[in-house]
């Protein structure tokens, strides 16, 4: 009987735990929760998991740059798949304390609004319009924000956080849907050196990153070049800072296509004879979102 696997990933009641239970919802795995994402990734690094979950896009704040270099300088774990989850935030609070008589909640009560600071960021629209004079503070997820207005009743406080982290810790939902745009998805990576064998992906993908050659006018014209003959896709392109030089960036690359075509060898082995640097992330599976 093989081993039950494991998977590292955000505290309950976030995006992460719903999108995990997504993916996850015809399989059977325990869910390791993690207050930090730098503990979501050292926990699969030091094998106590099997994978990571790592929310790594999103549709109103685009890349979450700590988790790319998190993936890129401080852990070596192929990434296995990806797929893409509505990302959906709630204004969550105490209704007893924050509504008025008409039992609608009354936004001069709010004095503070907790998140995370990529959640916040999907709902400033929202924050600006209804509630301009309240405190904002930044969390290490939703769930810690959600978690933190539930300890400390009175203060007029209110979370921005999902449904299922208000039912879990026992608040209120005061408004739902509060997110900026209503076609807000968040990409997830799933990473770690077990191999991820879920089947019927419509797409394949791959994520390299490149390092050009010192020196060497018109490299990234000829990098673009070798994918551009060949009709190969780049669905992302994204330059990084190396952190080993002022000015010295890398090339973060993801093409849909995958390593086991005859095409993407060929570019990349082209790429590299100019003296670029080509490091494989990994060749995986990309779902998209079907609906609950």
């Not at 998977?7 to 390791?32: C, H, I, K, W």
């Not at 994402?37 to 685009?62: C, H, K, M, Y």
């Not at 209120?172 to 076609?183: F, K, P, Q, R, Y």
């Not at 669905?235 to 690359?253: D, M, Q, V």
Request: hydrophobic content about 40%; some cysteine.
């Amino acid at each position: 009987m093989s081993q039950r696997k494991s998977v590292a990933l955000l505290p309950q009641g976030t995006v992460s735990d719903e999108a995990v239970r997504y993916m996850f919802r015809n399989e059977d795995v325990d869910f390791v929760y993690c207050k930090m994402i730098a503990d979501v990734f050292q926990s699969t690094a030091r094998g106590l998991t099997d994978w990571s979950v790592i929310p790594i896009e999103n549709t109103i704040d685009g890349s979450v740059s700590l988790h790319i270099d998190w993936l890129v300088h401080e852990v070596d774990l192929p990434i296995r798949a990806e797929w893409v989850f509505p990302s959906i935030q709630n204004l969550i609070g105490s209704a007893s304390e924050l509504s008025a008589d008409d039992g609608q909640w009354d936004p001069s009560k709010i004095t503070k609004i907790m998140s995370h600071p990529v959640a916040m960021a999907q709902c400033l629209q929202f924050i600006r319009a209804r509630i301009p004079h309240a405190e904002l503070e930044t969390l290490s997820s939703t769930t810690e924000a959600v978690r933190t207005v539930k300890n400390n009743p009175g203060q007029g406080w209110a979370a921005l956080g999902t449904q299922s982290a208000a039912a879990f810790l026992e608040l209120d939902v005061l408004e739902t849907g509060v997110t900026d745009h209503d076609n807000n998805f968040t990409r997830f990576l799933l990473v770690g050196n077990t191999p991820y064998e879920l089947q019927g992906a419509p797409l394949q993908k791959t994520s390299i990153l490149i390092t050009l050659p010192e020196d060497y006018p018109g490299a990234l014209h000829q990098v673009l070049s070798a994918f551009s003959w060949r009709r190969i896709n780049l669905s992302k392109i994204e330059s990084r800072p190396t952190k080993k030089k002022l000015g010295n960036y890398y090339f973060y690359i993801d093409i849909e296509l995958s390593m086991d075509t005859v095409l993407l060898p060929a570019a990349i082995a082209e790429i590299e004879a100019i003296g670029c640097q080509v490091r494989l992330l990994g060749s995986y599976p990309s779902f998209p979102f079907l609906g609950k």
